[in-house]
């Protein structure tokens, strides 16, 4: 045995014995017999951590626990409310402004919608005079889709 | 053993109360599996005024993670999982610093209580030097990285198999055998570094 295979060894030792091919290089090898000593200083103290006594739990632990758990529940119910509320807040907020948006875009965007856009830039009466609607009389809205005659 | 059976199915008719959120059955599940979280705790941190908010804080994960328990393992496997997981990153944030390292023996009294230890039966040591032992040993293990302290503490503290620790952190036990024994030979490199720098 060498002293690389006693050191692999001497970690997995956990309390036991030598093998007798073990000893034998340890009462040949300086360092290794400190290794060993080191091992079992190692072993002897683990033994005295795990013998310690472990605090106890104060008494009436598991109801602040739940105490903890009841105060967490109801913050938790409030702020899912408000986070509710506060995101339908958001949704309706975006989509106003999407329809302001659209209202102000979308007009001036195709022949059909383009005379609603012209209405709304205040370009109606002059449609209006160019061309008088047919249904609604000269005062009447415009209705581009039926298409105008011409008055006799 | 009808009391053993009576008290599982109470077990899990908690369990499920409190996976529905009922927080008040989750209560005798604290009770029951406490103490045993505490030694988790305190062997791995090894700071007792700090146990105790620890251990309510592994109860507060456990509750809200409680739905994801499937009763694959025993309810006491899972809850020291949350434990140790919490621990773990615990010791990752709180490492312990240098001095902690230097052991405040002199150099004579570790010599002796190395040749007190050394015969096969250590239990002859006396209180104090159990306690100076208990203290090295302590110091040594509280400077090896945080993967090191777990499995050690798992396995030499808690007495963990090295299956069941295998089952704690989701490891082959093969793996577990493994770091056991790196974490050892750190540990033991340790020490002997010590020894070399003289304290």
Redesign the interface.
């Known amino acids: 045995m060498n002293c690389q295979a006693m ?2 060894l ?3 030792l956990e309390g036991g ?1 030598l093998s007798a091919e073990a000893r034998e290089h340890v009462s040949k090898c300086a360092a290794c017999r ?2 060993l ?16 006594a ?5 008494f009436g ?6 105490r ?3 105060e ?2 109801e913050q938790g119910a409030r702020q899912e409310f408000f986070e509710t509320v506060g995101r339908r807040f958001v949704y309706a907020t975006l989509a106003l402004t999407l329809a302001l948006l659209l209202s102000l875009v979308l007009p001036t965007s195709g022949p059909v919608r383009g005379v609603a856009g012209a209405d709304f830039l205040g370009l109606q009466v002059e449609s209006q005079s160019s061309q008088p609607d047919v249904i609604g009389g000269d005062l009447g809205d415009s209705h581009d889709w039926i298409p105008a005659r011409q008055p006799e | 053993m009808a009391s053993l059976e009576s008290e599982a199915t109470r077990e899990i008719e908690c369990i499920r109360r409190a996976q529905r ?1 009922e ?2 059955a ?2 005798p599940l ?2 029951r599996y ?2 045993r979280i ?2 988790i705790v ?2 791995l941190v090894r700071r ?1 005024d700090e ?2 908010d620890l ?2 804080e592994i ?2 994960k456990a ?2 993670a409680i739905r994801s328990y499937n009763f694959q393992s025993s309810f006491a496997t899972w809850l020291s999982r949350i434990a140790v997981n919490h621990c773990y990153d615990y010791l990752r944030k709180v490492r312990a610093s240098r001095i902690t390292y230097y052991w405040e023996m002199t150099e004579e009294s570790a010599r002796e ?2 040749r007190n ?2 015969s ?1 039966q ?1 239990r002859g ?1 006396d209180h104090g030097e ?2 100076r ?2 203290d ?3 110091r ?2 509280a400077r090896a990285p945080a993967d090191d302290r777990v499995i ?1 503490t798992l396995k ?2 808690e ?1 963990f198999s090295v299956e069941e620790i295998a089952e704690l952190l989701n490891l082959k036990s093969s793996t577990v055998k493994v770091r ?2 790196r974490a ?2 750190r ?2 490199e340790d ?2 570094r010590w ?1 070399q720098e003289g304290k």
């Open positions: 050191r692999e001497v970690s997995d014995e400190e290794l000593r080191d091992a079992r200083v190692m072993q002897a103290g683990f033994r005295a951590l795990a013998e310690e472990v605090p106890e739990a104060s632990f598991a109801s602040r626990v739940i903890r758990l009841h967490w529940q | 959120g927080s008040e989750f209560g604290v009770e406490q103490q505490f030694a305190f062997h007792r146990v105790e251990a309510q109860f507060f509750f809200r209580l190395e230890v050394e096969p250590p040591l159990k306690l032992l208990r090295f040993v302590g040594l293990l050690l030499e503290l007495d056991l024994h050892r030979k540990m033991l020490l002997e020894r």
